[in-house]
């Protein structure tokens, strides 16, 4: 498929193709739902913490005799029920990351990317250098796009001059290719990459890579064993017959066995 570009002035320029296989797929929103509560909850810190009735300090007597004051009974002061208690069942220091396998996180950007172009959300232009930090070239440029709310701006490698240029303003960020993530496509309404931001992503998420499988393992073809030595057995049957078995063939002998002792 192919995109429109368009420079730093919003110029319109030659289209570019890009891989269907990154930005033409039909979008998964039960993986991308689930990549973005995995990365929601890896960004936790997980360090609330409160102390049990163990933990605080104070008597572990009980604050008045059991029976014959007329009063509830009371346990001792570190109670969670009482004032300076410990806490019941308090939140302890934890982890809250989930795990995702890498296939449902490469799933989850191509689909974010490719429902960012049905929607007519995604621009692309041919290129983007800053000499210094100018935040006023970052808002023209979002200006001449015809952006008006948050933007996402991705470029293929990480440039310092863009990202310190693109902080100061408000629902605007920057970052390379490599970092893209579902968290920041979906909290920014329109996305803005650059023609090597579009070649990074195929690099990483498109063409052989996502279309590979998992390779099927197969069975190795096992070396011929050599034929193993026939192994004859005698067994004496109760009418006086001599059976002699071997691998696959079985011979039976008529014969007396009271007779053929005799003879030995």
């Given at each position: ?161 863009l990202y ?13 290719a490599a ?36 390779p099927v ?48």
């Amino acid at each position: 498929m192919k995109l429109p570009a368009r420079n730093a002035q919003g110029a319109k320029l030659k289209p570019i193709e890009v891989d269907d296989q990154v930005f033409g797929i039909k979008p998964n929103m039960a993986v991308i739902y689930q990549t973005f509560l995995a990365q929601m909850a890896n960004r936790r810190a997980g360090s609330a913490s409160t102390k049990s009735r163990g933990e605080v300090r104070g008597s572990t007597a009980k604050v008045r005799v059991q029976k014959g004051s007329g009063h509830a009974r009371q346990g001792s002061a570190r109670a969670p029920h009482r004032t300076g208690g410990g806490v019941a069942f308090g939140p302890k220091p934890r982890s809250y990351r989930q795990a995702l396998p890498k296939r449902m996180k490469r799933l989850a950007i191509r689909s974010v990317l490719s429902g960012k172009v049905a929607d007519g959300q995604l621009s692309v232009v041919d290129k983007l250098s800053l000499e210094k930090p100018r935040t006023k070239e970052i808002v023209g440029l979002l200006e001449s796009l015809g952006i008006q709310r948050s933007a996402l701006i991705v470029t293929g490698d990480a440039d310092r001059m863009l990202y310190c240029s693109a902080r100061n303003l408000s629902r605007i960020k920057a970052l390379p290719a490599a970092y893209l993530n579902v968290v920041d496509m979906l909290t920014h309404r329109d996305l803005v990459m650059t023609v090597a931001a579009v070649r990074r992503c195929e690099e990483l998420w498109g063409g052989d890579r996502a279309r590979q499988r998992r390779p099927v393992a197969v069975p190795a073809v096992a070396a011929k064993a050599p034929a193993a030595k026939t192994v004859r057995r005698v067994k004496a049957t109760k009418r006086g017959k001599v059976a002699e078995e071997a691998t696959g063939e079985v011979e039976v002998v008529e014969g007396d066995i009271a007779a053929e002792q005799e003879a030995s």
